[in-house]
């Protein structure tokens, strides 16, 4: 196997190594590390239940081996992939920040299309206008503002529980941006003791303020 140093080709060489050198070389270990990075940026970007759905079919392998073909296509005729640069391809780590970068690129383009493709109705009296919907009921402003105040309250509660506990953080901080939306604690693929763990403080959080504030108990039902 063609071994490509981790060092910067000499300036003499200006050519650098190319895509299927490159990619020859790429290592087990390496290629592994792209397929999780593919997988975590697509659960990252998934973040409610219905981008899980529309990016269910994709796969961290396939969106790495894309961005290889990309490459390759790319070098030949920059019009039918993603062509890298001289100095992209000097080392086989500019090499895979670029792999990375198109990975990414791909997984953006995929959400931007998911969200393109949401059925826009018409408003009004289904009965008179076929294909309308009846416009949803306002929300009351009294309850948004409990809802925030309840919100603001429960994880300030929760992040002080957690503060020596460094590694729940994350699930914490993820449950609190789908709070609103898609309220379930951990994303897919989430590690089930430290979800476990999370859902545990969050009980005895509900149990401490319920007295005081009836309302939280609501979040019982996130914590199945």
């Not at 391809?89 to 393109?116: H, P």
């Not at 003791?193 to 303020?209: G, M, P, Q, S, W």
Request: hydrophobic share 40%; aromatic share 8%; charged share 25%.
């Amino acid at each position: 196997m063609l071994k490509i140093s981790s060092q910067v080709i000499g300036l003499g060489d200006n050519r650098g190594y190319s895509v299927v050198e490159l990619l020859s070389a790429l290592t087990e270990d390496q290629y592994r590390r792209l397929v999780g990075f593919a997988r975590f940026r697509l659960r990252a970007a998934a973040n409610s239940r219905w981008l899980q759905q529309c990016l269910g079919a994709a796969d961290g392998e396939d969106l790495v081996h894309q961005a290889f073909l990309k490459l390759q296509l790319g070098e030949e005729n920059p019009s039918l992939g993603r062509h890298l640069k001289a100095r992209n391809r000097v080392n086989m780590e500019a090499f895979l920040a670029c792999v990375k970068g198109v990975i990414s690129s791909d997984i953006f383009n995929l959400v931007t299309a998911a969200r393109q493709r949401h059925e826009h109705v018409s408003i009004g009296d289904p009965q008179q206008e076929p294909g309308a919907v009846e416009p949803a009921e306002l929300l009351d402003p009294q309850d948004l503002l409990s809802r925030r105040d309840l919100h603001r309250v429960f994880f300030g509660k929760l992040y002080q529980r957690i503060k020596h506990q460094p590694a729940l953080l994350a699930v914490v901080q993820d449950w609190e941006q789908r709070f609103f939306d898609d309220d379930r604690i951990g994303s897919v693929g989430a590690n089930r003791d430290l979800v476990y763990r999370v859902r545990r403080l969050a009980r005895e959080v509900i149990v401490d303020f319920g007295e005081h504030f009836p309302e939280i108990s609501q979040c019982q039902e996130m914590l199945p």
